[in-house]
């Protein structure tokens, strides 16, 4: 009797000492999953902010061509690492540049038109279909343009232009 | 026997309590390591925050002006370090017309000029306005090249004043040449923006449009100013290079080498003025002439001009002096009269009397004198009446002298009731230099 109580001490004590271990296996296991989504997560975060802070972009000059009604846009990259320009909007209306045709134009090569650093993208802006005549699709002298680029990383230059 | 092994048994604790440690250690290592970790990329991160803050705050210290006069027309052909071709019309060898920009740097930082966009703002075909490229979009080259600037002159040292941006148009012929446009009187038609490599732009007019004294009706434009004689000399015949006659000769007294242009003429070439039906000038069909060419007059003009002191009536020449002037107030007003007088040294002078002003390409006598808007500008035309010049000033004193000028205490409506409004301007008138003169000594024309 008194050596089957200390076996049963001895079985208990492994249960306990398996169930611990089972246990601290367990949490060091969601602790490690925990952790480990947290400093990713945090390292995507702090990478992506990081790199949208290293992004910056200008509109250094936007021009209106009456004769072509055409509006061209200068976006110089200034930051320090490439871009890619997504989406250009004018007074709200998503606009696609139109087709390089000449020295220095950029247009969207499938979805985006990338800048290196310093260099500078000259989007040729087809005025949108218009439904206003007599107008017919040029602006409108005095009018004010409100345009806005935007990248991929989700940063935004607007330049606001009033028609000549 | 048993006594031992509840003895062993007990003393495993020990052994349950440094598993329970290491898993302890275990999570506290990894969460110290999770933050360590994480605390890197913050730290990262707020370096990018810091540079990019850096950055900006650079951005924001860059500030360039244009100074006066803004742009110039480079005269010699070749610009050492660029390239040669350059030229003020077109010609044989002339490619480009080249201009010198004026900017200074009053930033706390350098700053690298990237691009220059130019718009003119004219009539259509001058300058950088359309069929001609509109705008003109201006790169740095390492040599001369069409629609560029000098790629040695694209950065300026923080303070740095008074920097030369050399830049090329093109000039392939009389026709295909971008020639910026440059009124006379001034008025800015060109659109100059300057951008940076941080991304900002500075922008200014030019030609610069002349407003100073800040007097509410009027202002004088500082050496803007032309004489035109008629009579024993007649500045008619002094336009265009002295060597192929069309001028006067060294031996005659007077000479002078601008050519002649209509109005309204760049600066640098005597300005023919119809003066309409009003008996000033040489007449030609119904109508009368005279060329004002840059300030100028020879001892031998002058003497013949002149009556002596206290003198009512002209000589057998005849000057003429018209003063650029602009309105710089903010109501319009119409001219009545005006007197001129030019001193030297307060003992010998130069007077005259408005006879009428040039506005819009017509000449306008004082029965008919337009109404001036604010802004505008137009030319106040004298007549001189009295030279009480004891010398030739130009051998009694060396170099140029410094010529007080007063003008138009009636110039003016009298708008108000002051003498502000009545338009009434003064000031040093002439820069050293900017009188030419005639060396009689020396037979040559300076």
Known sequence: MWSRRGISTVVANMMMIGVTLSLAAILVAWAGQSYGAFSGGSQLFYQQRGQALQENFVIEEVFFNKTYQQIFVFVRNVGLININIVAIYLNGSSITPSTATGHGWCSFSGTSASLGVGSVCEFSLTWPSCSYPPNNCPWVTGNIFYIVVASTRGNQVAYTARGP | ?446
Not at chain 2, 42 to 70: C, H, I, K, W
Not at chain 2, 181 to 187: C, I, S, T
Not at chain 2, 404 to 418: E, K, L, P
């Open chain 2, 1 to 446: 026997m048993s006594g031992s092994l509840i003895f062993r048994l007990r003393r495993r604790r020990a052994v349950s309590t440094m598993i329970g440690g290491v898993i302890v250690l275990s999570l506290l290592l990894t969460a110290l390591g999770i933050m360590v970790f994480v605390t890197q990329q913050f730290d990262q991160y707020q370096q990018t925050v810091n540079r990019m803050a850096q950055y900006r705050n650079q951005q924001l210290s860059e500030d360039l002006v244009a100074t006066s006069p803004g742009l110039t027309l480079v005269t010699s052909s070749t610009i050492p370090g660029w390239g040669s071709g350059c030229g003020t019309t077109a010609g044989t060898g002339i490619t480009y017309i080249c201009y010198n920009a004026t900017i200074s740097n009053l930033g706390e930082v350098g700053v690298q000029i990237t691009r220059i966009y130019i718009n003119s703002t004219g009539a259509a075909g001058l300058g950088c306005s359309y069929p001609n490229p509109a705008p003109c979009i201006l790169n740095p080259t390492s040599s001369i090249t069409a629609y560029s600037f000098e790629e040695a002159s694209e950065f300026l040292n923080p303070g740095e004043a008074n920097h030369a941006v050399l830049f090329a148009l093109p000039c392939t012929s009389v026709t295909q040449c971008v020639i910026l446009p440059d009124p006379n009187p001034a008025f800015p038609q060109n659109s100059i923006l300057i951008a940076t490599s941080r991304g900002t732009v500075f922008s200014f007019q030019w030609p610069f449009q002349v407003s100073v004294f800040g007097q509410s009706q009027s202002a004088y434009s500082s050496g803007n100013m032309k004489v035109a004689y008629t009579g024993t000399y007649d500045s008619k015949n002094e336009p265009g290079p002295v060597a192929a006659g069309s001028g006067g000769t060294a031996t005659t007294g007077y000479c002078h080498t601008e050519s002649a242009a209509s109005y309204p003429a760049a600066a640098g070439y005597a300005e023919e003025l119809n003066m309409g039906t009003s008996g000033y000038g040489d007449k030609s069909g119904s109508n009368y002439y005279l060329w004002f060419v840059n300030p100028w007059i020879t001892s031998t003009i002058m003497t013949s001009a002149s009556c002596g002191s206290g003198c009512s009536s002209v000589g057998s020449t005849q000057v003429y002096i018209y003063v650029f002037l602009i309105n710089t107030g903010t109501t319009s007003y119409t001219p009545t009269a005006g007197t001129i007088d030019l001193t030297w040294y307060g003992s010998n002078h130069i007077d005259g009397y408005l006879i009428g002003v040039y506005y819009n390409g017509a000449f306008d006598i004082p029965s008919s004198y337009p109404s001036i808007p604010p802004g505008a500008s137009y030319y106040a035309v004298f007549k001189i009446t009295i030279f009480t010049i004891g010398n030739n000033p130009w051998t009694v004193q060396s170099g140029s002298p410094s010529i007080m000028f007063w003008g138009g205490a009636s110039i003016t409506n009298g708008y108000g009731s002051n003498n502000e409004n009545q338009g009434f301007f003064s000031g040093t008138l002439l820069p050293s230099g900017l009188w030419e003169r005639y060396e009689a000594s020396s037979g040559s024309c300076a």
